[in-house]
Every structure is written in structure tokens, then in C-alpha cells.
């Protein structure tokens, strides 16, 4: 059987047609996701993966925004202080204040890059499986 571009985009957009995007999170930004009933096992584990990805980058950006928002308003405190309590922190020092938090979250994000790699790649392959499953179920009803 020769796979065609235009079978493959039919069992990936069937995939995702009983998908359900709410509005995104106030902390952590990311929007959740719902899915319909899974028509199969594979079907199932593929929204399990999903779920814990969701779950996993959820948590970490919960935490990160929240961090990151604590630490920029303590900095503009200390800036304040500094100057007096006059004006606004400026581009220049906003900029610094960035650097040195990413800079000192450095190790934080590649393990979470690590982890998320790992999460996903295992995620792909199910999605890979599943859709491997779909297409010659599809072309043996045909037939």
C-alpha cells in the first residue's frame, strides 16, 4: 500500500476533530485541553500521554510565572528603594533583572527540557502507532 499525502492528513485531522480547547490558564498560560470518549485502547493511551504532558508543562510554567513574577517585583522593590521610590524601572534594568533570572534558572529548564523531550517523544511514538493503526483500518473497510 503507498501512503499518499492526502490519507495521512485524513487520519491526523480524524485524530484531532473531537478535541476540545478551553481558554488558557492565568498562571501557567497554557491552555487546557478535553477530549471525547477514545474509540480504542491505543486511542486511550495516546490522551493519557497527552494528559501528562499537559500536566508536566503545566506545573513547571505554573511555577516558573510564579517565581518569575515574585522575583520582578522584590527587583523593582530594590530599584525603588534605590532611587527613592521615584518613577519606573527602566527598559535597561528590566532587561538585566530577565538575564540574571534566566541565567540562574538555567538548570531548572534544561531538566525540564530533558524531561519534556523524554514525555514527548514517547508521546509521538503512540500518535505514530495509533495513526499507523488508523490507516490500514481505514484502507481494510474500503476494500
Known sequence: MLLTRSLLRRVLYCR??????????????IRPVQHLQPSSQAELRVQELENKV?????????????????GKDVFAQSRLVDTGGEGRLSVRELSE???RFLDDKYPEHLSYTKG????????????????????????????
Open 16 to 29: 484531532h476533530k473531537h478535541t476540545l480547547v478551553g481558554p488558557s490558564d492565568p498562571l501557567s498560560n
Open 54 to 70: 499537559w500536566q508536566y508543562n503545566h506545573e513547571f510554567w505554573s511555577r516558573h510565572n510564579r517565581q518569575f513574577q515574585e
Open 97 to 99: 533583572f530577565y538575564k
Open 116 to 143: 519534556w523531550l523524554k514525555l514527548q517523544s514517547k508521546l509521538t511514538w503512540n500518535i505514530l502507532k495509533l495513526n499507523v493503526q488508523q490507516m490500514f483500518t481505514t484502507n481494510n473497510n474500503k476494500t
